[in-house]
């Protein structure tokens, strides 16, 4: 119980504990290919120190996690990258998980763009494919517009902040005066379990209890990051200036952004492809990471993406 209570600081943090013990990321084979050696490392930049993880040796692959998560939640995503022959490395964005010292500012998503762009001049890394999860999707985006020489490659892995509208069942959460992403209670942690994924994780009540807790506890700072992250729910609602092969991998069942988003996202970026994910949610990356690396490393490897 030691690990857990070490994790239950963070959602994804204690979510992705519980995978390791009933089944990482639902691949629950030790020997399969969603299990490597993924190195921690750090990097002082501009406000903060920096913690990434990275696998594999080839092509780098930038991966991006949403909003309240961690680089864990890329890690079965690291592992089946690095035995495709890529170099894959997440991040702790400025502000989340151990990069939590950066001051609220950081958690402009411009100020982020600028934050990884400072990470791979550190890192040596003037070319590389970048993928981006919910808000990371969004921060990719305006990383490729403002960067667009670095960039080999842009990958949507599920649905992006800023193009689609909120689903219904997040809709009626927040009409009756619910923020599911900000739980207070076990009930609103439920909900949001249901409008992750498609087959919520078995989470015990106690790890329940800490994790709204932490939410309770330190819910000004929650409601501040969320009050600007919000500023950005239209970022992606106009034609792009990306000129990049993109991905856009959503998912059929997602409950957190409206699917047809997908279709408004494919218009407004030239040489965009889209693949919808059958029984699949918001969370590509944790439910289901064998189909989605599969379909990312397809679109890597078909060459389209090499300008």
């Known amino acids: 119980m030691s690990k857990i209570r070490v994790m239950t600081r963070n959602l994804i943090g204690v979510i992705l504990l519980l995978f390791g013990l009933i089944g990482y990321g639902y691949a629950d084979n030790p020997g399969d290919a969603t299990n490597c050696d993924i190195a921690t490392h750090e990097v002082a930049l501009d406000g903060g120190v920096l913690y990434y993880n990275q696998a594999g040796q080839g092509p780098h692959a930038l991966l991006l996690h949403g909003l309240f998560a961690q680089k864990e939640q890329w890690s079965a995503m ?6 495709a022959g890529y170099t894959a490395i997440a991040p702790d964005l400025p502000g989340y998980g151990k990069s939590a010292d950066f001051p609220l500012a950081d958690y ?3 100020n982020q763009t600028d934050r990884i762009r400072q990470l791979m001049e550190a890192l040596g ?6 993928a981006g999860s919910s808000m990371g999707g969004a921060i990719a985006a305006l990383y490729v517009e403002r960067y667009p020489q670095q ?22 959460a927040i009409y009756q005066g619910v923020n599911p992403f900000i739980p207070v209670d076990i009930g609103q942690f439920d909900l949001e379990m249901r409008l992750l994924f498609v087959n919520p ?38 034609r792009l200036r990306i000129r990049v092969p993109t991905l856009i991998l959503w998912g059929d ?29 918001h969370l590509l990356l944790l439910e289901n990471p064998v189909e989605t690396a599969a379909i990312y490393v397809h679109f890597l490897k078909t060459g389209d993406n090499v300008r």
Do not use: M
């Open 125 to 130: 890394v003037h070319s590389f494919n970048l």
């Open 253 to 281: 069942k997602d409950q957190i952004f409206a699917v047809d988003g997908a279709d408004r996202l494919q218009f407004r970026i030239p040489r965009s492809k889209q693949v919808r994910l059958p029984n699949a949610g």
């Open 201 to 238: 994780p078995a989470i015990p009540d106690a790890v329940k209890e800490a994790l709204v807790k932490d939410y309770v506890e330190r819910n000004r700072h929650y409601q501040q990051v969320w009050d600007i992250v919000n500023l950005y729910d239209t970022l992606l609602d106009r």
């Open 108 to 110: 402009q998503l411009e």
């Open 78 to 83: 690291l592992c089946l990258l690095s035995a």
């Open 151 to 172: 960039v080999r490659s842009l990958a949507f892995i599920g649905s992006p902040l800023g193009v689609a509208d909120w689903s219904q069942p997040v809709k009626e």
